[in-house]
Structure formats: C-alpha cells, structure tokens
Nanobody
Framework: QVQLVESGGGLVQAGGSLRLSCATS????????MGWFRQAPGKERVIVAA????????YYLESVKGRFTISRDNAKNTVYLQMNSLKSEDTAVYYC????????????????WGRGTQVTVSS
C-alpha cells in the first residue's frame, strides 16, 4: 500500500522558516517526479514546487521563487521543501504528491497524494 506522509508543518512568524518532509512507502518512486502543492481556504490546490526523478530539474511557483527549495533523497524515498522568508500568504495546507511521469508540473499527472500538513504564517 502506497503511503505519503508529510511532516514539518506548524505555526511560524512572518520571515521565519520551516522544512517540510514527505516520506513515501509501499513502493519506490526514484523514477517519478515529485511535487509539493498547497491549498488555502476557499482556493484551489496549486503546485508550489516540483522536482524531476533525478533531482536535476525543478519548478517553482513564481511567488515562492528564491524563498522555497525542493529537494529529494531517493535513497530515503523522501522529498523535502525548505521554506524561508515565509509570508502570511503562504498559509495553507501543503500536500506532497508523486507523479506518474519523470517530470511533471501538471496536477492531473500526480496520482499519489499525502494527507497534507498545515502551515500557518502569522504576520
């Protein structure tokens, strides 16, 4: 059974940092793109960052460029999202996901999802 479990969310002041982790189990995803999405109340779920199967290629939502960094450790079957200089508008539930492709930035290509972790940034 495939499982994705996010951790690292919480409450942080504006300007602070958090590091999200997503541990996967049930199968190996070393050949799959992985991503982080977020969903704020009343808004649709959007991709925040993606990383290809090798870790060589990444994508970021424009509003988080220069502040967030996605990385992966295939040996640990884990993907990370380092979030610095957090802003109140970053407040959302953050989800990790695994794509069926080696590279993907489209939500519809992501088949496996975690349950999410809440990130709240106070101003």
């Amino acid at each position: 059974q495939v499982q994705l479990v996010e951790s690292g969310g919480g409450l942080v002041q504006a300007g602070g940092s958090l590091r999200l982790s997503c541990a996967t189990s049930g199968r190996t995803f070393s050949s799959n793109a992985m991503g982080w999405f977020r969903q704020a109340p009343g808004k649709e779920r959007v991709i925040v960052a993606a990383i290809d199967w090798s870790g060589a290629r990444t994508y970021y939502l424009e509003s988080v460029k220069g502040r967030f960094t996605i990385s992966r450790d295939n040996a640990k079957n884990t993907v990370y999202l380092q979030m610095n200089s957090l802003k109140s508008e970053d407040t959302a539930v953050y989800y990790c996901a695994v794509s069926t492709s080696r590279w993907a930035v489209t939500r519809t290509t992501y088949d496996y999802w975690g349950r999410g972790t809440q990130v709240t940034v106070s101003s």
